[in-house]
């Protein structure tokens, strides 16, 4: 299983972006989707997941109501829109494949296969 997130730059504090995650896998569809971000000197942290459906999402605290996260089983990818950015977004952030089909909060070691990270800055 191969993961591919893309959409990373530089964005002003309120600004948007929008990361997309690309799997090579023909069973995508059967598993639950997360994105992670880690900082620079920090542990990497949960952001959001979604179910293998897309029938159930959940989030961090620090991005609800900021964060959406979607998924395209036809394409096999799955979107992180941000929106409302703030400094403290800033992180590369990783997609990774659940070991099964629903999405919970999970610590890093749960999943199953990681992505190449992308770096979203955002500007004060």
């Known amino acids: 299983v191969q993961l591919q997130a893309s959409g990373g730059g530089l964005v002003q504090a309120g600004g948007s972006l929008r990361l997309s995650c690309a799997a090579s896998?023909?069973?995508?569809?059967?598993?639950?989707m997360g994105w992670f971000r880690q900082a620079p000197g920090k542990e990497r942290e949960f952001v959001a997941a979604?179910?293998?459906?897309?029938?159930?999402?959940i989030y961090a605290d620090s991005v609800k109501g900021r964060f959406t996260v979607s998924r395209d089983n036809a394409k096999n990818t799955v979107d992180l829109q941000m929106n409302s950015l703030k400094p403290e977004d800033t992180a590369v952030y990783f997609c990774?494949?659940?070991?099964?089909?629903?999405?919970?909060?999970?610590?890093?070691?749960?999943?199953?296969?990681w992505g190449k990270g992308t770096q979203v800055t955002v500007s004060s």
């Open positions: 990774a494949r659940y070991s099964g089909r629903y999405a919970y909060i999970p610590a890093v070691s749960d999943m199953a296969y």
């Open positions: 979604i179910s293998w459906n897309g029938g159930h999402t």
């Open positions: 896998t023909h069973t995508f569809s059967n598993y639950a």
